[in-house]
């Protein structure tokens, strides 16, 4: 299968900035989206941002103008760079990534999540 690792969460003050990476590894063939989402207590996941192989990207409404997703095909790796930070940004953040991988002779889809990134932001 494909994992993903996530790095980059912790505590920071309001208005700060914190940036995360998320790095795919295994038989990867390609790798069509790959996304943020975030989940805070008591919340259903959300969508954050998200960014397709050639570079399209949808963000959440809340985050437009704070947050930039990018990612590095090379490297199989999605950032997401989170600036002006809010109080309200406080969430488990997960990675997300979809795509095709080789298993012995075949060619498989996946759908993978990371084990989630803590950030909070608070005073």
């Known amino acids: 299968q494909v994992q993903l690792e996530e790095s980059g969460g912790g505590l920071v003050q309001p208005g700060g900035s914190l940036r995360l990476s998320c790095a795919a590894s295994?038989?990867?063939?390609?790798?069509?989206?790959m996304g943020w989402y975030r989940q805070a207590p008591g919340k259903q996941r959300e969508l954050v941002a998200a960014?397709?192989?050639?570079?399209?990207?949808n963000y959440a409404d809340s985050v437009k103008g704070r947050f930039t997703i990018s990612r590095d095909n090379a490297k199989n790796t999605v950032y997401l760079q989170m600036n002006s930070l809010k109080p309200e940004d406080t969430a488990v953040y997960y990675c997300?990534?979809?795509?095709?991988?080789?298993?012995?002779?075949?060619?498989?889809?996946?759908?993978?999540w990371g084990q989630g990134t803590q950030v909070t932001v608070s005073s």
């Open positions: 997300n990534a979809r795509g095709s991988y080789y298993r012995g002779s075949y060619v498989l889809n996946f759908g993978s």
């Open positions: 295994g038989s990867i063939l390609s790798i069509n989206a």
């Open positions: 960014i397709t192989s050639g570079g399209s990207t």
